[in-house]
């Protein structure tokens, strides 16, 4: 344990970690409500990742296409993750003292951090190719690194939450 529960927030969560910690179908729906969004959310993010390390410099319509389908997709990606720290902050309450106290735990929330502002960073990298026009080379370069970072970061978390289950 690397933090001690403040009582605060043992007295707030206390109510709902005693009801999800009988309810067999709450664990359910917050289980799924959380992994759900990661596998939408984190799915599409990880084609359309792929997809941009892959268009070709050369192919113009290609790359206007695909800034397109990026722009598109941004309302399911952060509407996925939103939903997924929601479910997570519930998770989080039903179990206060093996997560607060998890070195995990803290590292995952540091990794979604770094996440977040790569999608900023990545939002605001579309934003200059679409103004400056899809033969950007630079523009795109820092497109890929911020898909390649994403990507990264997908695996990462998915791995985090993984050893949070298991190990925390």
């Not at 309810?23 to 799915?43: D, E, K, W, Y």
């Not at 206060?96 to 900023?120: D, Y």
């Amino acid at each position: 344990m690397i933090l001690a529960v403040p009582q605060l927030l043992t007295d707030l969560a206390d109510p709902w970690a005693k009801l999800y910690s009988h309810s067999n179908v709450l664990a359910t729906i917050f289980g799924f409500l959380h992994v759900a969004p990661i596998i939408v959310g984190g799915g599409m993010a990880i084609a359309l990742d792929r997809t941009t390390l892959r268009v070709r410099r050369d192919d113009q319509d290609a790359r206007t296409r695909h800034l397109a389908e990026l722009a598109s997709a941004h309302r399911v990606v952060i509407g996925s993750l939103a939903l997924s720290i929601i479910s997570g902050v519930a998770l989080l309450a039903a179990d206060l003292e093996t997560f607060f106290g998890s070195w995990i735990f803290w590292a995952k929330m540091a990794l979604i951090g770094v996440l977040l502002e790569n999608v900023a960073l990545m939002t605001r990298s579309e934003r200059a190719i679409a103004a400056a026009g899809p033969s950007t080379d630079a523009q795109w370069n820092r497109l890929r690194t911020n898909a390649f970072t994403s990507l990264a970061l997908w695996l990462i978390i998915t791995f985090a939450g993984m050893a949070l289950m298991n190990l925390a």
